[in-house]
């Protein structure tokens, strides 16, 4: 058990003590691992099969290796320079910290020590931590440093620190996608990461996930890994389901821990945190941002995407991952118009919105802003969708994976003799040897993908099939001329995925019990930048996003 450091989280400085001297700076303890059983026994009758825990706390991460290397120059701002900063920094979109950066408010280091200070804050007592931040940049505050250095005219991301889902590749932290099976897993810069630190991104750290993008246990928590343990909501921990598979990039963005993060999506992976987090997220096209240097599920489905406070930061973002990868097949050329889309909101007068009838009759903060939307000028095209099912699905994801995670760990992993599993098959028995750790809710999909029989021809015509349903469900756009069709958070992403069609989802409201609801356009293909324009029109018009109230300090 690590040694427990008797300094009190509980008063407003965070730095108001520090760890005792000791001679090596490896045996300071700024974090002591607690028994979480209590809360995992509170959790076994939760009527959210998803949020009955068998552990919150990670059993193989140690938060003293993760938050030591910087400790002592976070430490160094103060609770004065904070303050200072919170007006100016928290919940504003990029733009503004930028315009503040350029009068010489604060500089891209302060900036960088302002969102450290925030997880460290949060992050290391453990009646406020969220398990999400698994991993920092050590060299994050140089990199701030240089950046400060160099006054040319930068792209709006420049300077801004990022947090990545941890199944993105990145050469400055692992890359473990939640799997103690790659916990050590060491890699190049992802090429969306390249695309970042081209533009002068900060890369902050790395975040929680679903373990293996939540494609290794049947009926299990969102937000769980083996390696970062369970990633709880900020709008109510242990409350709320985080969403999955890029919770840790949903909660921290929502709790002000950087600018934004990348997530990544087969299904509903970037949508639903996004909306359980009461942050905007887009599910590009497949093809507009490559997937090149992520652990895969699926390369007919996946695709990374940005996570933002605001729709402006979310066309910033997206348009620094933007770049044509050869190595990627369904890589593709950006059509422009993306960075401007927050600049030229769309008149709600010259847009049709397809409704669904179902969701006006059973979800009352959709009807409300649909109501609005209609008010405002917007063309409402009520409809009932069709009941098409996606027959196969899980057999598309089981067969991609099969051949794509072999294919990711043989170009990607450079460290092969710490890393030793190269095939699904090698990963499944690498758990069996302790399945109390590794797996504690089983692997049932992974189990389902070895006993996969499909053909190579049936697997085609699954692919081709999933694909026509998926267009066929939202042929009203094409019948009614619609700019988007609205649904809520990830009701449907599985559509949109096999569809291969783009999804924003913005907040737009709370029910009674303060749980996050958002409103998801879904668009026609490569029409992410016409989707921005409508979303950041709606957010003007209900601008309803509030940070978590045990966050706000």
Known sequence: MYRFLLCSFLVSVLFSCKPKNIESQDEKVIWEAYNDSAQVAESK???NPRMRYKFIQSKVLDKNEVFLPLYDEVSQFTEAQYERMKPLVLEQDIPTIQSHIDHGTFTYEDLVLFYLHRI????????????????????VLEEARQLDETKEIHHPIYGMPILLKDNIGTSEMNTTAGAIALKENQTDDAFIVERLKKKGALILGKVNLSEWANFICGVCPNGQSAVGGQTLNPYGRRMFDTGGS????GTSTAANYAVGAIGTETSGSILSPSSQNSVVGLKPTIGLLSRTGIVPISSTLDTPGPMTK????????????????????????????????????????????????????????????????????????????????????????????????????????????????????????????????????????????????????????????????????????????????LSINNYHAGYAAVAEYPALTIPMGYRTNGEPRSLTFIGKPFSEAHLLRIGKAFEELTNVRKIPELYKD
Not at 445 to 457: F, H, K, P, Q, V
């Open 120 to 139: 460290y804050k949060y992050e290391l007592p453990n009646n406020t931590t969220l398990n999400t931040v698994i991993a920092l940049n050590a060299n």
């Open 246 to 249: 890029s919770a840790g990039s």
């Open 310 to 485: 605001n729709v402006t930061d979310n066309a910033i973002l997206l348009d620094a991952l933007l770049g044509k990868d050869e190595a990627d097949y369904k890589s593709v050329s950006a059509e422009p118009g993306i960075l401007s889309a927050w600049m030229n909101p769309e008149s709600l007068t010259e847009i049709r919105l397809g409704v669904m009838k179902n969701l006006m009759e059973r979800d009352s903060i959709y009807a409300s802003n649909v109501d609005a939307l209609r008010e405002a000028g917007a063309q409402i095209v009520e409809f009932e969708p069709e009941d098409i099912p996606l027959e196969g699905f899980t057999t598309l994801l089981n067969l991609d994976m099969e051949q794509d995670l072999p294919a990711y760990l043989k170009s990607q992993v450079k460290n092969k003799d710490a890393v030793k599993v190269e095939s699904v098959e090698d990963v499944v028995a690498f758990n069996q040897q302790d399945s109390l750790v590794r797996i504690p809710y089983g692997q049932a999909r992974l189990d389902g993908i070895l006993a996969d029989t499909t053909s190579t021809e049936q697997f085609e015509r699954i692919k081709t099939d999933l694909k026509e349903s998926g267009r066929a469900f939202f042929k009203i756009m094409e019948e009614q001329d619609l700019d988007a069709v």
């Open 45 to 47: 009758d939760n009527e």
